[in-house]
């Protein structure tokens, strides 16, 4: 079984440049977060799916950022305009609904932002 | 409030015996949780605690108790590989809340 898989793995831009990473979940798990995960602030969480549908997304930290999650197996985390503070790894994890908090993660994509 | 802590560094030496610890607090509390992160890698799963008491896989054992908001991680046996972060977590309403997470650092 393939894992969760995220792209690009790298990704280098300019401020003020649009971002889009990409993920693909399990087949079958229900459950999709998005986190961040910085040296000054550790592993956040931005936002997380149930059955496709946004169900916190208190961790997003403005307007900046948004997420969609057009279908069962695949979602994406914007970023426009993007700022050098924006630099992170972050990170895509899904789950099962049974085990909502046992959580597989991607390989993640590391942004820097220019 | 949330808050979870958890010492940022250990040093210990290969086939000894190392403990992490976490502290949480938090008003919702559905299990604890420890993730190994290698540099460079994602986290990975390695334990949960829902009820207190000592919980044990292998090598690794974690222990909870939630009346003093306290876990920890037991390394036996460690190997140069068991070299990473790792991080602590809580489970609040299906969500996880991670700590900064502790660097472990194994020597010859």
């Known amino acids: 079984d393939a894992g969760v898989i995220q792209s690009p793995r790298h990704e280098v831009t300019e401020m003020g440049q649009e971002v889009t990473l990409r993920c693909k979940p399990i087949s079958g798990h229900d459950y999709l977060f998005w986190y961040r995960q910085t040296m000054m602030r550790g592993l956040e969480l931005l936002i997380y799916?149930?059955?496709?549908?946004?169900?916190?997304d208190s961790g997003m930290p403005e307007d900046r950022f948004s997420a969609k999650m057009p279908n069962a197996s695949f979602s994406t985390l914007k970023i426009q305009p993007s700022e050098p503070r924006d630099s992170a790894v972050y990170f895509c994890a899904s789950s099962t609904s049974g085990r909502a908090d046992t959580q597989y993660f991607g390989p993640g994509t590391r942004l820097t932002v220019l | 409030g949330q808050n979870i802590d958890q010492p940022t560094e250990m040093t210990a030496t290969e086939g000894a015996i190392v403990q992490i610890n976490c502290t949480y607090q938090t008003s919702g509390f559905n299990g604890l949780f420890w993730y190994q992160q290698h540099a460079g890698e994602a986290p990975t799963f390695l334990s949960y605690n829902v009820l207190d008491g000592l919980e044990e896989k292998g090598r690794f054992s974690s222990f909870l108790s939630r009346s003093k908001g306290y876990s920890y991680l037991l390394l036996k046996e460690l190997q140069m590989k068991d070299s990473a972060s790792y991080l602590c977590?809580?489970?609040?309403?299906?969500?996880?809340?991670f700590g900064q997470g502790t660097t472990l650092q194994v020597k010859p």
């Open positions: 977590a809580f489970s609040n309403t299906g969500k996880l809340i």
């Open positions: 799916f149930n059955n496709n549908v946004p169900i916190d």
